[in-house]
């Protein structure tokens, strides 16, 4: 998906709709992207309240598909405006209403698998087939193996829409086999270079992204999903002052929320940042490391919040299996993303420190039934601050490297 540096006009003669790259550093993330995301906001809302809601094992499977298919909507449209110049007119005007379509999707989340499966589907489909359309059209001549891409994209697009609209129409048990071959292609889609019988298949090489933008878009959507982590810790104990152990559990959960923010920005978003601007190959990065590792990282965050709020409603009830996997899983299912985030991106071996931190979670879970919710809750919150202070410790001469200061 080779794109010029810089291109004024098509060879058609029609001004071109994509970013002009500069020399050196990165396109900045515009203003109109940021307020696409507070749709994202809204959805990262529905998702964990609707988990909140569930929790059982349908429930979470059932949040586990919307979330992967939220997560796609979203990354799809940042690679599309890594190349689309958001600026101009006709690309912000596609831009607000994808945002309109995402509103709905986001209204639809809580009964996607009930009375509003058809209003989830339609959404989803229009901005995921109605997008790639719209790049077609905008990329025009100017770059050639970006269209032809594209093209491939749509193939997959369409035959995946197709059946995420037949398991909206189709109510009851085809809903979930459609969507989960619906979302199983869209998934399969980058890692097979959307192969197409008699277009044959794109290369990594030929996705010329502007890897800096790209990793600070998904930068921003982590923070999306720590904003409501911290959201759901205010509200919660705005309604718990009451408890005698709210206080504690208010201050661990707020504490869980800035050590999972230090162990991502500290220095892992950065050091992202600059390996893929860095990279030979800035397409193949950008697919494993933004396109689908994050969403372990984000995933991590979502189920954090939830376990926040079941922290700060009940304290003092006894772990059971299922407050457990909760608490348990949403700092692992961080840890875990951000060791193979750091892993991909700096070539280097799984982060000690992460790896410590999914033994000591593992080995909490061996003794569930010993813990009270507020207690395993702070058990959990120790273990990230551990981490990002051994991260603090052992990265001290990275830190000096990044910022240009000699080492002491």
């Not at 071109?16 to 020399?23: A, E, F, I, K, Y």
């Not at 299912?333 to 999914?358: D, M, Q, R």
Request: include cysteine; aromatic fraction near 10%.
């Amino acid at each position: 998906m080779s794109i010029p540096p810089s291109v004024s006009h098509s060879r058609s003669g029609r001004t071109s709709l994509l970013r002009s790259r500069g020399v050196g550093g990165h396109g900045k993330v515009t203003n109109i992207e940021l307020f696409f995301d507070l749709v994202f906001v809204y959805a990262v809302t529905q998702l964990s309240h609707t988990l909140l809601h569930g929790l059982n094992a349908i429930g979470a499977l059932q949040v586990l598909l919307l979330f992967l298919a939220v997560w796609w909507v979203w990354v799809f449209t940042s690679w599309v405006t890594n190349w689309l110049d958001p600026e101009r007119p006709i690309v912000r005007l596609s831009i607000l209403i994808l945002m309109l379509a995402g509103l709905l999707l986001s209204i639809a989340l809580p009964e996607a698998f009930g009375a509003r499966g058809l209003l989830f589907a339609g959404a989803y489909v229009f901005m995921q087939v109605g997008r790639t359309l719209f790049v077609l059209w905008a990329l025009g001549d100017a770059a050639p193996a970006n269209t032809r891409n594209f093209q491939r994209i749509a193939v997959w697009l369409v035959i995946s829409g197709v059946l995420w609209l037949l398991g909206g129409w189709l109510d009851g048990q085809w809903r979930w086999p459609l969507w989960i071959v619906a979302l199983a292609l869209e998934y399969a889609g980058p890692a097979l270079a959307f192969y197409v019988p008699g277009m044959g298949r794109s290369s990594t090489t030929d996705w010329d992204i502007d890897g800096g933008h790209l990793a600070e878009r998904c930068s921003q959507f982590v923070i999306i999903a720590l904003g409501e982590s911290v959201l759901v810790t205010g509200s919660s104990f705005a309604d718990s002052l009451s408890q005698p152990q709210a206080l504690l559990a208010f201050v661990s959960a707020f504490v869980g929320s800035v050590a999972m923010w230090w162990i991502y920005f500290d220095l892992g978003a950065e050091r992202g940042s600059r390996a893929i601007r860095q990279s030979a190959d800035p397409g193949r990065t950008a697919r494993i490391a933004y396109t689908y590792l994050h969403l372990l990282i984000v995933a991590g965050i979502i189920v954090c919040a939830v376990a926040d709020e079941l922290t700060l409603r009940g304290p003092q009830q006894r772990t059971d299996a299922v407050t457990g996997a909760v608490l348990l899983g949403g700092p692992a299912l961080y840890l875990l993303g951000n060791a193979l985030f750091k892993k991909t991106v700096n070539a280097t071996n799984l982060p000690l420190s992460h790896l410590l931190g999914l033994v000591l979670l593992a080995a909490l879970g061996l003794t569930l039934t010993h813990w009270s919710i507020a207690a395993l809750g702070m058990a959990t919150t120790a273990v990230l601050v551990l981490v990002a202070l051994w991260e603090v410790c052992s990265l001290r001469t990275v830190r000096q490297a990044l910022s240009g200061s000699p080492p002491h």
